[in-house]
């Protein structure tokens, strides 16, 4: 079965600390991989994407993601953590077959 | 530019009522999809459209219908709300689903409750 896994459910740094919010996936063929953040009461928002290519991709408030396709994973990072990043953070997969698969979500706290 | 339009924003429906939940965008997007999101839970996804009157499954489809008469509108149908269809609701939409314009735009979603 297709599935997404994030495998924690909280992940808290420091402000002006890295971070990482893990997603892995099982998806056949080759699946397109996006990472989306929902603030509270809010919709999700887009954040990146990775379709082919580079391996590094970068998208918006200065976040980045890894694909690693040995692995199949596709973890979230940024240098630099904002406490206003504090949000609930969701990886997905678009297969094959035009269908979406969302992970459970991630929530960020980034403490001042 | 309104983007992804959602009515209601809250509903609480008793057990056997029907409703529909409205969703619009105003981006000319051909994809369009609707979600049910659980406490603790990703999105799960319950009807997509590729285009005005074509509607396809998605993963929970049960106790749900769509349909698609115009590019901008895909309304929701429940037939006999079930406490079990208590959740949050979000439409989005994309201009491609394979292509290089394939982000999803969400809207603010609709909490329901079925008591």
């Known amino acids: 079965a297709q599935s997404v896994a994030q495998p924690e459910d909280q992940v808290k740094v420091a402000e002006g600390n890295p971070l990482t919010v893990k997603c892995t996936y099982s998806v056949s063929g080759n699946p397109y991989l996006f990472w989306y953040v929902q603030y509270p009461n809010r919709g999700l928002q887009f954040l990146l994407k990775?379709?082919?290519?580079?391996?590094l991709v970068k998208g918006s408030y200065g976040f980045e993601a890894e694909f690693n396709k040995s692995q199949t994973s596709f973890h979230l990072k940024k240098p630099s953590a904002l406490v206003s990043d504090s949000a609930l953070y969701f990886c997905a997969v678009n297969d094959n077959f035009n269908k979406f698969y969302f992970g459970s979500g991630t929530k960020l706290n980034v403490k001042p | 530019n309104a983007g992804v339009t959602q009515t209601p924003k809250f509903r609480i429906l008793k057990i056997g009522q029907s409703m529909t939940l409205q969703c619009a965008q105003d981006m000319n997007h051909n994809y369009m999809y609707w979600y049910r999101q659980d406490p603790g839970m990703g999105l799960k996804l319950i009807y997509y459209s590729v285009g005005a009157g074509i509607t396809d499954k998605g993963e929970v489809p049960n106790g749900y219908n769509v349909s698609r008469s115009t590019t901008e509108d895909f309304p929701l149908r429940l037939e006999l709300a079930a406490p079990s269809q208590t959740s949050v609701y979000f439409c989005?939409?994309?201009?491609?689903?394979?292509?290089?314009?394939?982000?999803?735009?969400f809207g603010p979603g609709t909490r329901l409750t079925v008591l």
């Open positions: 990775y379709i082919t290519g580079d391996n």
């Open positions: 989005a939409s994309s201009y491609s689903l394979r292509g290089p314009d394939n982000e999803q735009f």
